[in-house]
């Protein structure tokens, strides 16, 4: 059961230029995204999040859009750098389920080219 | 910067052992999370946990697993007899309020042979 789907396992972009990357999801009681960036041999860290109530969150460099009728989010790197390659993670949670349990996506590995 | 932080960062077993996977969770932090990833698949969430007690589980989560916080700061999450797809990444996560961002650990890689 894909609740949470990232449905491009890659995506390659140039240094400076911009990364979307995207999530869908099936799952309306969701009311609570994040991204998180995993390196290799390391756990995901926490990038950015957005609830429900708003459509745009953005912190420096990374943006985040909701789009709640399309069921819809994604994450805007802007610009680019090398450092920014990893696997991004899309995740959705219920607020009301109050235990915070997270349900993430495949998971998209951005290369950022120099 | 506090850290959640795991132990060990690799462990082998026999298949059928039990073995025990340690945290230590970011120490002001009261949620507590387990999850795996099998290699090539999602991140999946096995178990939260809060006020000593489960407050939430996987279906994976079956009575071959269970978790403890054995003191103010371990939190351990137990596989009894372990069976060769039990071998993934596990990793623990934390955070102060169920509705905040979760903090994970660097993960444990097992490997049941």
């Known amino acids: 059961d894909q609740q949470v789907k990232q449905n491009s396992p890659s995506l390659s972009v140039q240094e400076g230029r911009i990364s979307i990357l995207n999530c869908d999801y099936t799952?309306?009681?969701?009311?609570?995204f994040l991204w998180y960036k995993k390196y290799p041999a390391e756990g995901p860290t926490f990038l950015i999040s957005i609830s429900s109530i708003k459509d745009k969150n953005e912190d420096g460099r990374f943006t985040v859009f909701l789009n709640k009728s399309a069921k819809h989010l994604s994450l805007h790197i802007v610009p680019s750098q090398p450092g920014d390659s990893a696997v991004y993670f899309c995740a959705a949670s219920i607020f009301s389920s109050n235990t915070g349990k997270l349900i993430f996506g495949q998971g998209t590995t951005l290369q950022v080219k120099p | 910067e506090p850290e959640v932080t795991q132990t060990p960062s690799h462990q082998v077993t026999q298949m059928g052992q039990e073995v025990i996977l340690r945290c230590v969770p970011i120490?002001?932090?009261?949620?507590f999370y387990w999850y795996r990833q099998i290699l090539g698949q999602k991140v999946e969430f096995l178990v939260s946990?809060?006020?000593?007690?489960?407050?939430?589980k996987s279906e994976i989560f079956d009575d071959q697993f269970s978790v403890e916080r054995p003191d103010g700061s371990n939190f351990t999450l137990k596989i009894r007899s372990t069976k060769l797809e039990d071998s993934a990444m596990y990793f623990c996560?934390?955070?102060?309020?169920?509705?905040?961002?979760?903090?994970f650990g660097q993960g444990t890689r097992l490997t049941v042979v």
């Open positions: 946990f809060y006020n000593n007690e489960i407050s939430e």
């Open positions: 120490s002001n932090h009261l949620y």
């Open positions: 799952n309306s009681m969701f009311d609570y």
């Open positions: 996560a934390s955070n102060r309020d169920w509705n905040t961002e979760a903090f």
